[in-house]
């Protein structure tokens, strides 16, 4: 445990102190918010009604900006292969660099989002329906996302190939984040049902993420 903590601060303390992680994150974040009504009008009615499609898709890019650099960065110091020779299984260490960066950049991202959401003028229901579902939904970003930033380390290559490959495993998550959030501002659909869902995927991602991963790394360090 206490190597797996000393990992959660090291991570956090690179993750903050290089800038690429929280701030990056909500500049791009802030960028795709305010440029959607610039490109869709002054339609303030059209604007709330699809306000959560657009924090969502915003949230989502945005937490594939560090995602490469993820395990790269280890990769290229020798961080990660001391990681795979020690007593702790690569499954956990993977899962605690996936919890240092939801930390890193999905909570600002949440954070964020309240006040971000009254630029796509959504009301104050509609802000904490969206702000509760990324919170429920941006845990599974980052873990889906750690099995692409093994991937492509372990083939040792980067750039265009982690969005192909983490995009698509991410498109359950978007829809039901984006389905919850419209549940609780239009209906007809009850919040709880693709809420429940929401939280369903993020709970396999938990899982299916490090193991993933960790798998990987340790076939494709080989």
């Not at 709330?48 to 990769?75: K, N, T």
């Amino acid at each position: 445990m206490t190597a797996l903590r000393a990992l959660l601060v090291r991570d956090l303390k690179i993750a903050l102190r290089v800038g690429g992680g929280a701030m990056m994150g909500v500049l791009f974040f802030l960028t795709v918010v305010t440029l959607m009504p610039f490109a869709i009008g002054p339609d303030l009615a059209l604007l709330r009604r699809i306000g959560p499609a657009i924090l969502w898709i915003g949230a989502l890019l945005a937490s594939l900006l560090a995602l490469d650099r993820l395990l790269a960065a280890d990769h290229d110091d020798g961080s990660l292969d001391l990681l795979l020779m020690g007593r702790v299984p690569i499954e956990l260490a993977v899962a605690v660099k996936g919890i240092a960066h939801w930390l890193a950049t999905g909570v600002p991202l949440v954070i964020a989002a309240p006040i971000l959401g009254l630029f796509l003028n959504l009301e104050p229901a509609g802000l904490g329906a969206v702000v509760l579902t990324l919170l429920a939904g941006t845990p599974a970003l980052t873990f889906t996302g750690l099995i692409g930033a093994a991937l492509a380390t372990a083939l040792r290559r980067g750039g265009l190939l982690l969005p192909v490959l983490v995009l698509p495993l991410t498109v359950p998550v978007l829809i039901f984040g984006v389905a919850a959030s419209n549940a609780a501002i239009v209906g007809p659909v009850p919040f709880g049902t693709p809420f429940t869902i929401l939280c369903a995927l993020t709970l396999v991602s938990l899982v299916v993420g490090p193991v993933a991963a960790g798998a990987t790394l340790r076939h494709g360090m080989e």
